[in-house]
Each structure stands twice: as structure tokens, then as C-alpha cells.
């Protein structure tokens, strides 16, 4: 059997597990796949998340990716990467480069087996902070030359490809060879606050084979978390698992303990279990009835005939499902043009899945990006210039008690963090 | 592309790695039980690997107690004639840092 294969019925433990610390964010970017903004009040405490690190050991999890929101706003946040760190699981974090001054710098420069992913979308600021928010580009080179100037050694840059930022490939290059960093791009899910931008933001199909010539020449130099698999059907397989590997090596667990198949499926259908639930994370891993019949043979649907099957997989999971797509079709960034068919044979009719965890702000802020403001107002509202009303999506939206513990989901409590 | 690679594992290979010499799993190294074989992680070089047979497991994991790659192979089964693979194989996992030359 080839590895490959091994890899779609599942492994022991997750190759690539993403742990989401918090909802909590400083920054509202217009795509965020998790929606976030805002604590969860029932976010793991301390002793859980330890708990679920002791676990994490104990199933030999070689590393985390740890995300969120931005997980260093906890206030626990550097108790628990050294923690981790110590019962040997290595730990990934993603940043928008807020708490990285120069004493922080310093310390990480300092510690084994950290890795550090600054987000940045754009390689200019109008670029970057139209979908991150105003000061956002400042604050990630900022982090960046403080990491540079205390020696860490190869931070990473992590891009999110749009149709805005494809252009800039080899200017992202450039700030990363400058700051002695690693660059690594990814695709842009309709995930989270995604689904409300995806129209907009979403590679052209030219930009796309754009992307794979780039990747074919510079594969071996840029990460790109294996999530450009749905392009190899242009050709060349790009380097990595060319597979979905939700729920077989892949999967998430959210700040509130909740297990998804994948970072880009907070969703109720792709919910497997609770960390909190009895027999904790493994048993989740190992046997809750999602992961096992995500597990099993997939037999391809629409895309069975197609002769780049083997290439492309049909695609990733939560890019069909977050458009309106059925999962056995086409993916909706199709390379041979099958998902733009489908999108468009959807009707006016069809409804796009809509997470129920959201902890997005509800009133944006002077930092939130223009892009948010655009989407985010009225529909019937003239689209001249920035809006700064929300769309009302919660009865008590406009009062001023709104979102204070009103909802089971969110106490409305607001780190005190720059932007915020 | 593929020229690179194949220059560099050819080096490694004929170059740096004596299975006439004893070795040893990188303490920086974790194996991972799989049921393929074992998955490996360098925690050094954040290198993710796959062992992908059991026999290569038990060469990998013996190779401490044994004089020489040679003889951990044979202690662990490994069939005459699948010999040169395993040493191909582990030339390669030489080459990555995953199994290191021992004192």
C-alpha cells in the first residue's frame, strides 16, 4: 500500500494538529476562517489546556500549530508554550506580531522548538491592511525586525493568496529574504468571515495557474501548509500530501475544546467531540464517528471520471461545503473550470451553510479593514465610502447592553488589547 | 529540481554513510509507532519523515545495540536479498539527520 493511502484511512495520532487558544483578537480581518474577535468565556482554562498538552505527549503529537485568534493575548500564553515545550510537543504559532517587542523577541530567539508564522496579506500596506486593518502591515514588520535583531533564526511569513496579493509573490519573497525568514502561503477558504468575502478576494483562474508556475519554480523554497493540492491537477504534483487530510492527519481543536475535522471547518457537521468530553482528545482521534467515516474510501462522485482525480482529490472539504457545493463534486477553484460550472448551476435559491460559532465584533472599530466595513453593511445601504454599522445579526444588536452575556456563547467581555 | 535531490542523496550516500560503522537514532529524533511503520520527526531540522516498513522500524531502533548497520539489519530480518534498499534507505535517513554515526 502506498503511504498515501495509509495516510486516508488514518493515522494513531494527527500529523498536523491546530489548536485555536482563543477566539480573542485585537485584529478583525475581513477573512479570518474562525470568525473571531471576541473571547469565549468558555475557553480551557490553564490546567485544561495542560491537560490537553499531557495528552498530546503521551500520543507522541510531535508539534502544535497554535492559533486563534491571536493566541498571545492569553494571558497564559507563554506559560503554555513553555509548558508544552517541555513534555516534548513542539510548538507552531501564528501571529499578528502584536506582543513580539523586543524583550519577547528576545526570549523566543532563546527557546528550542518554537516556530513563529507572522501573518501578513499583503506585501505593501494597502494590500495588507485593506483586508487586516489599518497599522496591521506596520505591526508584522515590526515583529519581523525585532525577531531579526534578537537572532531568531527563520521565522515564517504566512500568506493567505488573494486575488489582491497574487501579484506580490516574489515582493513577499523579498521581505522574507530580507528578514531571514521562510515564506509560506496558503489558500484562502470561504471559512469563518471568508464565506463573506471569498466573491471578492478568491484567486481568478488565471491567477491561479499563476500561483502553480510559481510554486513548480520555488516549491522547495516556500511552505504552503500543503493546502494548494486542488492545483496539481495543472500538471506536476507540488510537493506535500496531496490529499484532504481532514480527520486522517488533520485536525482542529478550538478554544473551547470543541475537535473539528480541520482549521477550516468550524462547523457542527465537521464537529467530532469535546477535549472534555470522557476519554478526552484520543478518543475523540480515534474513534468518534466522524473521523472514522471520514476514514473511509472515498469514492470521488462527480470528479470520478475526471482524469486529474488521482491528482487533486476533488479538492478540499470545507471549500465546497462553505460555497454551497456538494463534498463528492468539484471543488469551487476547480482547475478545469468544473466548481465555476457548479457555483453557477447553484440557482438563487441555494443556501450557504453558515457556522453558528461566531465571535466576531459586532461593532467595528477605527482599526477594523475597509474591506470588513464594505461587506459588512447594509445590503440596501449606498456603497459609497466605509460603513462603520454592523449588520444587525442578533435581536438586541443596537442596544447598549447588547453582547453583554446576553448570548451562551459569548459574554461580550473584551480583552484590553491594543485595537480592541 | 530532481536533479538537485538526486545529487544530494548520491553525496550523502556514498560519501557520508559507513554501514560498516555504528550509528544510532538521533536523540533529537522521535518514532512514532504507525501502522505502516513509524512516522519520524527531527526536532532539530523540524524534519517530518516515515519509516515505511516494520523490519526498517526494528533496524532503525536496534541500530544502538549493534557494532554496525550490518548487523542491525540482519538482527532485524531483513531478507538477503531486500539488503541493498535497507541501505539505501537508511543512507537517506544518514543524509537527513534522522540516524547519526556513534562514537
Redesign the interface.
Known sequence: MKLVDHFQYGLNSPICLTWELTYACNLSCAHCLSSSGRRDPRELSTAEAKAVIDELQRMQVFYINIGGGEPTVRPDFWELLDYSIAHNVGVKFSTNGLKIDKKRAAQLAATDYVDIQISLDGATPEVNDYVRGPGSYDMAIRALENLAEAGFAQPKISVVMTRQNVDQLDEFKAIADKYGAQLRITRLRPSGRGADVWDELHPLPSQQKQMYDWLVDRGDQVLTGDSFFHLSAFGEALPGLNLCGAGRVVCLIDPVGDVYACPFAIHENFLAGNVRDEGGFQRVWESSDLFTELRQPQTGGACQSCMHYDACQGGCMAAKFFTGLPLDGPDPECVRGFGEQALAARGDDHVIPKSDVNHSRTKLGKKSPVLLQLSMGRPDAPSTGPRVSGRPDRACETSPLAGMGASDTDSGLRLPVAGS | ?ST?SAESAGAAGVGDFDPGAPYRCSPQV?L?????GA?V?H?GT?K?S?L?TLPLVEVVKGLEDHPDVHSAIEAAGVEEAQRPAYLKALAGLAASGTIEARQ
Open positions: 529540481m538537485k522521535s512514532r509507532p504507525e501502522p505502516f512516522l520527526y526536532f523540524r517530518l516515515f515505511k
